[in-house]
């Protein structure tokens, strides 16, 4: 079965840093994708930020130039992605939820969502 599991959230200032890890496990052959997305209260769940198999990237433009998505190549932990937040703001608190797109394992090609890791940011 596969899980993501991620890590890294909590409280910082405003200007600060944050970075988030997701770490999918399971008997994974390939994953298409991976990336982030958050939620505020009240409000949709956007995307943040995702990486695909190639190393390609794509950014929301409230985030272009502060966040910077990657993804561990190392054989033994190549499911890991990570999220580099700098300069945060105020309107940067939400909750995390890595997700991971087009993940082949022995039952076939499926999506799945980590549980969501909770960043707030103080002004």
């Known amino acids: 079965q596969v899980q993501l599991v991620e890590s890294g959230g909590g409280l910082v200032q405003a200007g600060g840093s944050l970075t988030l890890s997701c770490a999918a496990s399971?008997?994974?052959?390939?994953?298409?994708?991976m990336g982030w997305y958050r939620q505020a209260p009240g409000k949709q769940r956007e995307l943040v930020a995702f990486?695909?198999?190639?190393?390609?990237?794509?950014?929301?433009d409230s985030v272009k130039g502060r966040f910077t998505i990657s993804r561990d190549n190392a054989k033994n932990t190549k499911n890991t992605v990570y999220l580099q937040m700098n300069s945060l703001k105020p309107e940067d608190t939400a909750v995390y939820y890595c997700?991971?797109?087009?993940?082949?394992?022995?039952?076939?090609?499926?999506?799945?969502w980590g549980q969501g890791t909770q960043v707030t940011v103080s002004s």
């Open positions: 399971g008997s994974i052959f390939g994953i298409n994708a």
């Open positions: 990486i695909r198999s190639g190393d390609s990237t794509s950014y929301a």
């Open positions: 997700a991971a797109d087009g993940v082949r394992t022995t039952l076939g090609e499926d999506n799945y």
